[in-house]
């Protein structure tokens, strides 16, 4: 027998067979996100009653009887879904702190947030990370966590709208909305619908954390800060003193591995450690590793170093042989937040397993997971003080973690499939992504580091050696901050070319948003920039081109066709001459010259072979659609089969959107609309602002044409917040006419 959610998610499933639509197109017509309504029709989420109506009035059906088996669904619950936990392992010796955990767990339940604070090392994060797991029961959507690198040296905290994108990522929302109050709100949206444990480690102060917070819901946020967050509406503190002599005690005695009495001496150890867990820990190592000592000698030792900090860190780190002690002085320069043993052997210059078991086992090294360590903030503070008094050594060992970063980014980016890179370097471009996936955080960090260092040959090849994963993620919050880092340095260099060419990738990223007025200006630098060379001008005027296109210039971005047509001539390039003549054609059919365009892409088509031809067979499918309607849909499928076999999904979406157009023109809407669907299903992962508001405006036209009166006018108000969102006044009058027609 079904249960009641399962009976409404077999409601649901039918509107979506009824609608026709493929999940994202129904999801914009419903005004959801695409990851809420896969978790509705997976059963793992009971929709809001809201958006059951909003489903219901895609198909035009009376959501009314549906209104009882959702009230059974919702009181019933939805099915169990794989929890989510990202938290970081719990302590297996976590001591004492029985009253603050017992309070923060109270908060959570009665005001769904806490921030705890207190000093470095009094241990925030390990209370929170230990609280956390032992909620995990009550909070069956996951266990979210994510550091904010407020107070990690040699870090600049993580900025609001980064940790946003990085959190949304976290709930598979992978191409959130630019702006950071829209990420917010998305935020906010997301997690009302579930019950999540979110811990926001190392906050830098109230303003960092206040656009992360949850709303209404029933969701929890865990906040850790050093600083009082007293300017937190609804988020109520709680204090960490340093641990309590028995607790303390306690602690010690676990990390030591023995049973204390009451010694003189371990109080002695206690008050240098100044009741911090982690000196506890690292007090409590050393002694382990140390048979012949007793509690008394480690006092003595402690108490011949000067701080009270320096006592527990410097002991151990006394203790250390001296090629153990420069790799600990080293990680204190290591940009990132973790690494690998490879990316310690560069920066040691040695072979560096061994050294980095004795810091791990010394408690100056932390292993995440197999293979993965990372340094606490004190600590590492400590380590780079220590390096810092051997300039030459830490700049020498920086610059070749920098080089070890760049040669490894550079490698892996060559194995991917790429339009300037036919023929990659044989590898696993899966193995490439996942590595850029995973450093992606320590690469912007070395690129950061680098110019600090004034070390411009990495600043201006990093990011050209991650263009094609940029390309892969248009829209990440640091490509253009890098881009226009690269190209000062670049300029520093005396490169000009060099220089031009990131300054068209910065184009390139801006136009891929949507933001054209900016990517004109990206292009304009390059142009001036650039050496007299025709193969970069001929790129710059097509992209030019491109970008006037869109913004509705259409005489203007002729003009730039036909000059890149001309250089791509002088130069050899058929492939290229041929791409600007079909585009030339495109904006000529829309100037309303159907004879010169059908004539334009014919001199494309007679140039390209391969996939250079799919700009030439949608220009001519389109100029002939009116008059030779199925000679225009032959052509139009070529290219849809064209950028499938090549595997080109922007270009698939491209062409099935436009096969779309062609055959609304026939009077075939059934099937445009099916082709505009199936579009807006390649846009899904591709964070591509542009093309989708390419396919909004041809989808609405299709819908009005078709008498889908109210899901054109869904799709235009898109259009409209998508264009007022950019600045592009174009697509927002082009938009606004279309709802003229329709009211």
């Given at each position: 027998?079904?249960?009641?959610?399962?009976?409404?998610?077999?409601?649901?499933?039918?509107?979506?067979?009824?609608?026709?639509l493929?999940?994202?197109?129904?999801a914009?017509?419903?005004?959801?996100?695409s990851?809420?309504?896969?978790?509705?029709?997976?059963?793992?989420?009971v929709?809001?009653?809201?958006?059951?109506?909003?489903?219901?009035?895609?198909?035009?059906?009376?959501?009314?009887?549906?209104?009882?088996g959702?009230?059974?669904?919702?009181?019933?619950?939805?099915?169990?879904?794989?929890?989510?936990?990202?938290?970081p392992?719990?302590?297996?010796?976590?001591?004492?702190?029985?009253?603050?955990?017992?309070?923060?767990e109270?908060l959570?339940?009665?005001?769904?947030?806490?921030?705890?604070?207190?000093?470095?090392?009094?241990g925030?994060?390990?209370?929170?990370?230990?609280?956390?797991?032992?909620?995990?029961?009550?909070?069956?959507?996951?266990?979210?966590?994510?550091d904010?690198?407020?107070?990690?040296?040699?870090q600049?905290?993580?900025?609001?709208?980064?940790a946003?994108?990085?959190l949304?990522?976290?709930?598979?929302?992978?191409?959130?909305?630019?702006?950071?109050?829209?990420?917010?709100?998305?935020?906010?949206?997301?997690?009302?619908?579930?019950?999540?444990?979110?811990?926001?480690?190392?906050?830098a102060?109230?303003?960092?954390?206040?656009p992360l917070?949850?709303?209404?819901?029933?969701?929890?946020?865990?906040?850790?800060?050093?600083?009082?967050?007293?300017?937190?509406?609804?988020?109520?503190?709680?204090?960490?003193?340093?641990?309590?002599?028995?607790?303390?005690?306690?602690l010690?005695?676990?990390?030591?591995?023995?049973?204390?009495?009451?010694?003189?001496?371990?109080?002695?150890?206690?008050?240098?450690?100044g009741?911090?867990?982690?000196?506890?820990?690292?007090?409590?190592?050393?002694?382990?590793?140390?048979?012949?000592?007793?509690?008394?000698?480690?006092?003595?030792?402690?108490?011949?170093?000067?701080?009270?900090?320096?006592?527990?860190?410097?002991?151990s780190?006394?203790?250390?042989?001296?090629?153990?002690?420069?790799?600990?002085?080293l990680?204190?320069?290591?940009?990132?937040?973790?690494?690998?043993?490879?990316?310690?052997?560069?920066?040691?210059?040695?072979?560096?397993?061994?050294?980095?078991?004795?810091?791990?086992?010394?408690?100056?090294?932390?292993?995440?997971?197999?293979?993965?360590?990372?340094?606490?903030?004190?600590?590492?503070?400590?380590?780079?003080?220590?390096?810092?008094?051997?300039?030459?050594?830490?700049?020498?060992?920086?610059?070749?973690?920098?080089?070890?970063?760049?040669?490894?980014?550079?490698?892996?980016?060559?194995t991917?499939?790429?339009?300037?890179?036919?023929?990659?370097?044989p590898?696993?471009?899966?193995?490439?992504?996942?590595?850029?996936d995973?450093?992606?955080?320590?690469?912007?960090?070395?690129?950061?580091?680098?110019?600090?260092?004034?070390?411009?040959?990495?600043?201006?090849?990093?990011?050209?050696?991650?263009?094609?994963?940029?390309?892969?993620?248009?829209?990440?919050?640091?490509q253009?901050?890098?881009?226009?880092?690269?190209?000062?340095?670049?300029?520093r260099?005396g490169?000009?070319?060099?220089?031009?060419a990131?300054?068209?990738?910065l184009?390139?990223?801006?136009?891929?948003?949507?933001?054209?007025?900016?990517?004109?200006?990206?292009?304009?630098?390059?142009?001036?920039?650039?050496?007299?060379?025709?193969e970069?001008?001929?790129?710059?005027a097509?992209?030019?081109?491109?970008?006037?296109?869109?913004?509705?210039?259409?005489?203007a971005?002729?003009?730039?066709?036909?000059?890149?047509g001309?250089?791509?001539?002088?130069?050899?390039?058929?492939?290229?001459?041929?791409?600007?003549?079909?585009?030339?054609?495109?904006?000529?059919?829309?100037?309303?010259?159907?004879?010169?365009?059908?004539?334009?892409?014919?001199?494309?088509?007679?140039?390209?072979?391969?996939?250079a031809?799919?700009?030439?067979?949608?220009?001519?499918?389109?100029?002939?659609?009116?008059?030779?309607?199925?000679?225009?849909?032959?052509?139009?499928?070529?290219?849809?089969?064209?950028?499938?076999?090549?595997?080109?999904?922007?270009?698939?979406?491209?062409?099935?959107?436009?096969?779309?157009?062609?055959?609304?023109?026939?009077?075939?809407?059934?099937?445009?609309?099916?082709?505009?669907?199936?579009?807006?299903?390649?846009?899904?992962?591709?964070?591509?602002?542009?093309?989708?508001?390419?396919?909004?405006?041809?989808?609405?036209?299709?819908?009005?044409?078709?008498?889908?009166?109210?899901?054109?006018?869904?799709?235009?108000?898109?259009?409209?917040?998508?264009?007022?969102?950019?600045g592009?006044?174009?697509?927002e009058?082009?938009?606004?006419?279309?709802?003229?027609?329709?009211?």
């Amino acid at each position: 027998m079904s249960s009641p959610h399962d009976h409404l998610v077999g409601q649901l499933s039918r509107i979506k067979e009824l609608s026709g639509l493929s999940l994202r197109a129904l999801a914009l017509q419903a005004g959801l996100s695409s990851s809420s309504l896969s978790r509705y029709l997976a059963g793992r989420l009971v929709p809001p009653w809201e958006a059951v109506v909003a489903l219901c009035r895609v198909v035009g059906r009376d959501p009314r009887p549906l209104r009882a088996g959702w009230a059974e669904a919702t009181r019933a619950g939805a099915a169990p879904a794989p929890r989510r936990n990202d938290l970081p392992a719990d302590l297996f010796d976590f001591t004492g702190r029985e009253t603050e955990a017992a309070l923060v767990e109270e908060l959570l339940r009665t005001a769904g947030a806490v921030a705890v604070d207190g000093m470095g090392g009094v241990g925030k994060t390990s209370l929170a990370v230990h609280v956390a797991h032992r909620l995990a029961p009550a909070y069956p959507d996951g266990g979210l966590y994510i550091d904010l690198n407020g107070f990690t040296p040699g870090q600049e905290p993580l900025e609001p709208q980064a940790a946003l994108g990085r959190l949304l990522a976290a709930l598979d929302i992978t191409h959130p909305p630019a702006g950071a109050a829209e990420r917010a709100a998305l935020w906010r949206s997301e997690l009302s619908r579930r019950r999540a444990l979110v811990v926001l480690d190392n906050a830098a102060d109230a303003g960092h954390v206040r656009p992360l917070l949850p709303g209404a819901g029933r969701s929890a946020v865990l906040v850790t800060s050093r600083h009082r967050l007293v300017s937190l509406d609804g988020v109520p503190p709680v204090s960490l003193e340093p641990l309590a002599d028995a607790d303390a005690a306690h602690l010690f005695g676990r990390a030591a591995g023995l049973t204390l009495t009451g010694q003189d001496a371990v109080g002695q150890v206690l008050r240098q450690c100044g009741g911090l867990p982690l000196a506890l820990r690292m007090a409590g190592a050393r002694l382990r590793h140390r048979p012949g000592w007793t509690v008394a000698v480690l006092a003595e030792r402690l108490r011949d170093n000067a701080g009270r900090f320096d006592a527990v860190f410097g002991m151990s780190y006394q203790q250390l042989d001296t090629e153990q002690r420069r790799m600990f002085r080293l990680l204190g320069v290591l940009p990132g937040t973790d690494f690998d043993a490879a990316a310690a052997g560069a920066l040691a210059d040695t072979a560096p397993d061994q050294v980095l078991e004795e810091l791990v086992d010394a408690h100056l090294v932390q292993e995440l997971s197999p293979g993965r360590y990372r340094t606490h903030d004190l600590i590492r503070r400590y380590a780079a003080d220590l390096a810092a008094e051997r300039g030459p050594e830490s700049d020498a060992a920086l610059r070749r973690v920098l080089d070890h970063y760049l040669a490894r980014a550079v490698a892996h980016d060559a194995t991917l499939p790429a339009p300037h890179r036919p023929r990659p370097t044989p590898g696993d471009p899966a193995e490439a992504m996942a590595w850029f996936d995973l450093e992606y955080v320590n690469l912007v960090a070395c690129f950061d580091a680098a110019v600090r260092l004034g070390a411009d040959e990495v600043v201006a090849a990093l990011p050209q050696a991650m263009r094609v994963w940029f390309f892969r993620h248009r829209g990440t919050d640091d490509q253009a901050r890098l881009l226009e880092g690269a190209a000062a340095a670049a300029e520093r260099l005396g490169r000009d070319r060099e220089r031009a060419a990131l300054l068209a990738d910065l184009g390139f990223a801006r136009a891929a948003a949507g933001r054209l007025t900016e990517a004109l200006a990206a292009y304009g630098r390059a142009a001036r920039s650039g050496p007299d060379d025709d193969e970069l001008a001929a790129g710059l005027a097509l992209r030019t081109g491109f970008a006037l296109r869109d913004l509705g210039d259409l005489e203007a971005a002729r003009e730039r066709f036909r000059w890149a047509g001309a250089l791509f001539e002088r130069l050899g390039r058929p492939a290229g001459r041929a791409q600007a003549l079909a585009f030339e054609g495109w904006v000529t059919l829309g100037l309303g010259r159907p004879g010169e365009a059908v004539d334009l892409a014919r001199a494309s088509l007679a140039l390209a072979d391969g996939p250079a031809r799919i700009p030439g067979l949608v220009t001519l499918g389109l100029a002939l659609a009116p008059d030779e309607p199925a000679e225009a849909l032959r052509l139009l499928r070529d290219a849809v089969e064209l950028a499938e076999r090549n595997n080109l999904a922007h270009n698939q979406a491209w062409c099935r959107n436009y096969l779309g157009v062609a055959l609304r023109i026939t009077g075939a809407y059934e099937e445009a609309l099916d082709q505009h669907r199936r579009a807006f299903e390649l846009l899904e992962p591709l964070a591509e602002v542009q093309l989708e508001l390419n396919v909004l405006h041809s989808y609405a036209e299709t819908c009005r044409v078709a008498g889908r009166r109210d899901e054109a006018l869904r799709l235009l108000d898109r259009t409209i917040e998508l264009a007022r969102e950019l600045g592009r006044p174009y697509d927002e009058k082009m938009a606004r006419e279309a709802v003229d027609l329709i009211r």
